[in-house]
C-alpha cells in the first residue's frame, strides 16, 4: 500500500508564489505613473517646507529681534526652492505655485485636469506649515504673511507681485525649455531669482509670488484682506510671461517642457514632435 503523500511543501509553494505576487503588485501600484497621489504628495511636501522656511524666518525674527536679518529671511526661500527642485522636481515638477502650475497648463506643457488638484494640493500644504509653525515659534503665523509694506499702496503692491512673478515664471518657463534642461540649471536659475527678487523688493509687498505661500500664514494668522493682491498679482504676472514665452520659443506642448512641468513619470505630451 502505498504512503499518503505530504501535501504540506506544495502547499508551502503555493504561499509562498501568493506572497511573491501580492510583493510585485504592490510594487508594480507604487510604481504606476498613473498615480496622481506621488505627485501631489510631492506638491504638499514640497510647499509645506517652502512656507516652513519663509513664513518660519520672519516669525523667528519675530520672536527674536536681531537673529534673522532681512536679507537671510528673503534668501532662505530661493536656497530651498533650489534645493526641492533637485530633489522631488522630476516627480511632479515642483510647481509649488498656483501661478507656476496656470502658466504650465497655459503653456500647453500641463494638463488643465491637473491643475485644480495641485492648487488645492499647494493650499494645504501651505495652510498645514502655517499651522506648525504658529504652534512651534508661539507667534500668530500672521508674523509670516505677505502684506504691502506700510508706505506701499496696494495697487504698488498688485504691480509688484505682477512684475516679479512675470519674472519668476519666464525663469521657469526658460529653463524648462529645449534650449536647457530641468534640474540643476533649473534648479540654480528660480532659486536665486526669488533670492534676488526678495532682496530688493520684499518690503514693498513681501515679494511672495505665490498665492499659496501667503495664503497659508494670512489664513491662519486670521488677516485675508489684502490676498487678492497675492492672488490676482501673481497670475496677471504668470499670465504674461506665457504670452512672452511664445514670442520667445513659440508655442508650448513639446517633450522638454511637458518633463519639466509634470516630471519624467509618463507625463502627458500633446506635441511629441516637438523638443
Not at 104 to 110: H, V, Y
Not at 239 to 247: H, K
Request: hydrophobic share 45%.
Amino acid at each position: 500500500m502505498t504512503p499518503p503523500q505530504n501535501s504540506q511543501p506544495a502547499e508551502s509553494e503555493n504561499f509562498l508564489d501568493e506572497l511573491s505576487q501580492e510583493a510585485r503588485f504592490r510594487i508594480d501600484n507604487f510604481a504606476d505613473p498613473h498615480q496622481e497621489w506621488r505627485r501631489l504628495s510631492s506638491e504638499f511636501v514640497g510647499t509645506f517646507f517652502l512656507v516652513l522656511v519663509a513664513g518660519g524666518a520672519a516669525m523667528v525674527g519675530k520672536l527674536y529681534p536681531g537673529t534673522v536679518p532681512q536679507a537671510a529671511a528673503v534668501i532662505a526661500p530661493g536656497a530651498m526652492v533650489m534645493a526641492i527642485i533637485m530633489f522631488m522636481g522630476k516627480v511632479s515638477g515642483a510647481h509649488l505655485n498656483p501661478a507656476v502650475s496656470c502658466g504650465f497648463a497655459l503653456r500647453g506643457d500641463f494638463p488643465w485636469r491637473r491643475v485644480p488638484g495641485y492648487i488645492v494640493t499647494q493650499l494645504l500644504g501651505a495652510t498645514v506649515a502655517a499651522i506648525f509653525l504658529q504652534w512651534l515659534v508661539t507667534i500668530s503665523a500672521k508674523n509670516g504673511g505677505s502684506y504691502p509694506g506700510e508706505r506701499t499702496s496696494d495697487l504698488a503692491a498688485l504691480a509688484t507681485e505682477a512684475i516679479l512673478t512675470f519674472g519668476l515664471v519666464s525663469v521657469i518657463l526658460g529653463t524648462a525649455s529645449g534650449a536647457q534642461s530641468i534640474g540643476i540649471i533649473a534648479a540654480i536659475g528660480v532659486g536665486s531669482y526669488i533670492a534676488l527678487a526678495g532682496l530688493w523688493a520684499a518690503s514693498l509687498s513681501g515679494a511672495s509670488m505665490n498665492p499659496a505661500r501667503t495664503f497659508g500664514p494670512n489664513f491662519i494668522g486670521g488677516d485675508l484682506s489684502t490676498y487678492w493682491i497675492y492672488a490676482i498679482g501673481p497670475l496677471v504676472g504668470s499670465l504674461a510671461a506665457v504670452g512672452f514665452a511664445m514670442i520667445l520659443r513659440g508655442t508650448g506642448g513639446g517633450q522638454d517642457g511637458s518633463l519639466a512641468a509634470q516630471g519624467d513619470i509618463d507625463p502627458d505630451i500633446s506635441d511629441p514632435q516637438r523638443s
